[in-house]
């Protein structure tokens, strides 16, 4: 029998959220977009756009209600969270609480890997949300989406016919969704990259050159590959959209929030100085930690990652990481050893 979904809920009205809001609403029903602040709600109700606006955007429908109150969650059959990975666990206590629908899907298109535990979003909403859970991600900036133009994206369940049901459910003129089983693999890749974006950033900062930049979202895709298969992804995934996909536009767009945070630390602004500045979560620097934590809990070589983790975390100079990894011993080019 064909899953319906009769109520969307998304959590998390930042840019990604309320994108995801205007992109379920295309398809009619109604549509639920949550903040954990009153007065945020308040000025998205009143504007029907993002707090952080892009000219030109399609302002949320009427049918989109935006709201403070879990009570109007409640009932919901599809469930979107997009909070920043810090945030995860304490949203997913909070959702286990709502009183979902008995069929209810609920999706993380958050990314990240959770300190300490290793987990990924997914796992760390199915530890407190009895409900099947899957994965959204891609190569989307939500200033792409709310201005309609052409996106793709990825939506991943264990159970395929949960990705079908989601893949039609969301699916517009604008945005493209593809289904895989690969939950892991899919948010490995979406998780990762985010380090590799502040490299990208501080490769721009530093003034390196194509060439560099080039040699850094290759060696990074492999890099992101080797961590992958060792949590359980499959090889496919991380040629993807989340994999290479997601890797290049986090690289190079301009509206990477890691991106511009490389290019400050290239300058010597300290990472956490960065996120103030920015004024938003920039989840390369958790990720950095995360992932570096991980990486040694798999036993994968990972060089990038351990420089970017000196830089963020031990106060090494960018150009001193740089002048370390280019001296390394020479090898063979690989991805999986």
């Known amino acids: 029998m064909e899953h319906r979904f009769h109520k969307v809920a998304v959590i998390g009205a930042g840019a990604w959220g309320t994108a995801l809001a205007l992109t379920a609403s295309c398809n009619g029903g109604e549509v639920v977009l949550w903040t954990y602040l009153e007065k945020e709600a308040a000025a998205i109700r009143e504007s029907r756009l993002s707090l952080t606006p892009v000219p030109g955007a399609r302002p949320l429908p009427p049918q989109v209600c935006v709201t403070s109150d879990w009570g109007a969650v409640v009932g919901a059959d599809l469930v979107l969270v997009v909070v920043p990975s810090v945030a995860m666990r304490s949203v997913a206590k909070n959702l286990a609480a709502?009183?979902?629908?008995?069929?209810?899907?609920?999706?993380?298109?958050?990314?990240?890997?959770?300190?300490?535990?290793?987990?990924?979003?997914?796992?760390?909403?199915?530890?407190?949300?009895?409900?099947?859970?899957?994965?959204?991600?891609?190569?989307?900036?939500?200033?792409?989406?709310?201005?309609?133009?052409?996106?793709?994206?990825?939506?991943?369940?264990?159970?395929?016919?949960?990705?079908?049901?989601?893949?039609?459910?969301?699916?517009?003129?604008?945005?493209?969704?593809?289904?895989?089983?690969?939950?892991?693999?899919?948010?490995?890749?979406?998780?990762?990259?985010?380090?590799?974006?502040?490299?990208g950033g501080i490769c721009a900062g530093l003034g390196l050159g194509d060439n560099a930049r080039a040699a850094l979202a290759t060696r990074a895709l492999a890099e992101m590959t080797r961590m992958g298969l060792a949590r359980g992804g499959r090889m496919e995934t991380f040629m993807g959209l989340s994999g290479m996909g997601d890797l290049v536009v986090t690289c190079y767009s301009e509206h990477s929030r890691n991106l511009t945070a490389g290019r400050l630390i290239a300058k010597g602004v300290p990472a956490m100085e960065c996120q103030q500045r920015?004024?938003?979560?920039?989840?390369?620097?958790p990720n950095t930690l995360s992932t570096y934590q991980l990486a040694r809990k798999l036993g994968v070589r990972t060089p990038l990652t351990d420089a970017m983790y000196d830089i963020i975390y031990n106060g090494k100079a960018a150009h001193v990481a740089l002048r370390e990894l280019m001296s390394r011993d020479l090898r063979e080019e690989t991805v999986t050893d």
């Open 98 to 199: 709502v009183g979902l629908a008995p069929d209810a899907l609920v999706i993380t298109c958050s990314k990240g890997i959770e300190k300490d535990s290793n987990l990924l979003m997914s796992e760390i909403l199915s530890s407190c949300v009895e409900r099947p859970v899957g994965a959204l991600s891609g190569p989307n900036h939500a200033e792409d989406i709310v201005l309609g133009l052409p996106s793709l994206t990825l939506i991943g369940f264990e159970n395929i016919e949960h990705a079908n049901a989601v893949q039609r459910r969301l699916s517009t003129d604008f945005l493209r969704i593809y289904t895989t089983t690969d939950v892991v693999g899919m948010q490995m890749g979406g998780a990762i990259k985010n380090v590799y974006a502040l490299a």
């Open 278 to 285: 920015i004024g938003q979560v920039v989840e390369g620097i």
